[in-house]
């Protein structure tokens, strides 16, 4: 295969809004968002649900934020976005409450198609459940969802879903323990196969709660 990066074309479906709106958004709406000078985080939720983004009440959302469209985000209740996190939202990003999104943080929901010669472009929504912590640095891939009270470690890139009360590390970001209180969600299952093979815990009730753990389950997101 030639890769031919003359022939490719915007995915003009991942837009969703005009395009004079969307150069308003570029043009004014981010440079105030990411400003430094403008103290407090109530005008940063305002600017960003003027732009059609939905938020709850008491959402911390500090200076360097880049959000690309905020027409395309959810954030639920007492949710924190850290300085110069980058929510690349090409596709639905939804943050359901009490998530914390540490500095520096990427959600990349654009990827390109490898096997075509032009480069293909295409978006997947990213999910964040209640209260999972996603900290500095991280990188969360297209399609990702993180459960509830799920962690990923500091520099995690992320390229797949991490199962509800489990904590990740790395990269690529595997299994490294559970994050207690432990919740038993008896209809779900953990795949095993999508977890590194270090040992989980010789605690046998800890170890009857992991092998019912989600992959892709996300409980709790506000409406």
Known sequence: MTVSLA???YNRTIYTKPVAF?????????PLLRSPLL????WRVLLLKTFGARIGEGVQIK??????APWLLKIGEHSWIGED??????????????VCISQGVYLCTGNHDWKDPAFRMFAKEITLGDGCWIASRSVLAPGVTVGRN??????????????????YSGNPATFKSVRPPVTLLPTEKFNRASSSSRPICPDDLVQSAIDQFPVNTVSGLSN
């Open 150 to 167: 799920a962690i990923a470690g500091i520099g995690s890139v992320v390229s797949s879903s991490i199962p509800s009360n489990l904590i």
């Open 22 to 30: 969307r150069a308003v958004w570029k043009l004014l709406g981010l």
């Open 39 to 42: 103290y407090g985080t109530n």
């Open 63 to 68: 200076t360097g934020v880049r959000v690309t």
């Open 85 to 98: 996190c980058w929510i690349d939202n090409m596709a639905m990003v939804t943050i359901g409450n009490d």
């Open 7 to 9: 022939s490719f074309r």
